[in-house]
């Protein structure tokens, strides 16, 4: 148990610590959506949650977008590089190996899913992405980006919570959000 809390609070410096803004506030509500989405899950889960992005907090070992030839393989291997990150850093707290493969196995798997616990994940990250980093991605990138995410995040998000992101969107009062919003309702209103 000690061990576990020493990933933890390892894991929290080093989020906390990193230069995107959001970072910190985006792992602590995707840990959030997780237990919103499922009260039953389980501590790699929440940890698999709070831990997903954490090379972005590390400027020495952080994925770079414009290394790679288009998003989605530049957001597979930001996956596998915070993977690799936080199962070194459980290895040196000597946590079971079984643990380290399954929050390994979660992170790798958070941004498309593939079973049900990394669907979990996945669409808390999604939700967390519109319920608190909109508003931040959106200062950095010009609108077409921003809508370009926030489309590639709405529809890996499954079908049964994507009205929890337009009612996040809904109680929003910028017009970013505004915007974002009437390109989602479009979006869902041709796939009918």
């Not at 390892?10 to 906390?16: A, G």
């Not at 290895?91 to 390994?104: F, G, L, M, P, T």
């Not at 995410?149 to 499954?158: I, T």
């Not at 079908?159 to 989602?184: A, G, M, P, Y």
């Amino acid at each position: 148990m000690k061990n576990w809390k020493q990933v933890w609070r390892r894991i929290k410096e080093i989020i906390d610590s990193s230069s995107v803004p959001e970072d910190s506030i985006h792992a602590r509500n995707t840990l959030k959506w997780i237990v919103k989405l499922y009260p039953k899950a389980d501590r790699n889960l929440k940890l698999a949650a709070f831990s997903h992005d954490i090379e972005r907090a590390i400027p020495e070992k952080k994925v770079k977008r414009q290394d790679f030839a288009d998003y989605e393989s530049f957001k597979r291997a930001h996956a596998i590089n915070s993977a690799n990150i936080v199962a070194d850093i459980m290895r040196s707290y000597k946590i079971c190996e079984e643990a380290i493969k399954d929050v390994q196995y979660l992170i790798k798997n958070h941004e498309y899913g593939g079973s049900f616990r990394a669907d979990l994940l996945k669409d808390a990250d999604s939700i967390s992405f519109f319920d608190k980093n909109l508003s931040f991605y959106a200062k950095r990138h010009d609108i077409e980006e921003v809508i370009r995410r926030s489309v590639w995040g709405y529809k890996r998000v499954s079908d049964e919570r994507k009205k929890i992101v337009i009612d996040i969107l809904k109680r929003k009062t910028d017009q970013v959000s505004k915007h974002i919003l009437e390109k989602l309702l479009d979006l869902s209103s041709e796939k009918k």
